[in-house]
Nanobody
Framework: QVHLVESGGGLVQAGGSLRLSCVVSGSFTIIGTMGWYRQAPGKQRDLVATITMLGSTTYVDSVKGRFTISRDNAKNTVYLQMNSLKAEDTAVYYC?????????????WGQGTQVTVSS
């Protein structure tokens, strides 16, 4: 069993900042690429940012220069620092991680954390 637990969401005014965290726990051998996705009401879940095991990152254009993804491999944790937040960043944010168990590589998701930006 592998579990992802997000934290750090909340309500913030436009222009403010939040830091999301996601901890991976359970029985696994390696954590591969980790990422953050978000889903606004009535919309599909979209990729926000990813980070590989070696620290290479990618971002969707709308968050470049405002969001920073990072990871602490010793703590099995991925972070998303969100600055200069906008109303359109409001969504449920989900952590995703590709994890190798004894059998194979699989993708796992957290339960989501709500981020609400008031304008």
């Amino acid at each position: 069993q592998v579990h992802l637990v997000e934290s750090g969401g909340g309500l913030v005014q436009a222009g403010g900042s939040l830091r999301l965290s996601c901890v991976v726990s359970g029985s696994f051998t390696i954590i591969g690429t980790m990422g953050w996705y978000r889903q606004a009401p009535g919309k599909q879940r979209d990729l926000v940012a990813t980070i590989t095991m070696l620290g290479s990152t990618t971002y969707v254009d709308s968050v470049k220069g405002r969001f920073t993804i990072s990871r602490d491999n010793a703590k099995n944790t991925v972070y998303l620092q969100m600055n200069s937040l906008k109303a359109e960043d409001t969504a449920v944010y989900y952590c995703n991680s590709r994890v190798r168990t004894a059998a194979s590589w699989s993708d796992y998701w957290g339960q989501g954390t709500q981020v609400t930006v008031s304008s």
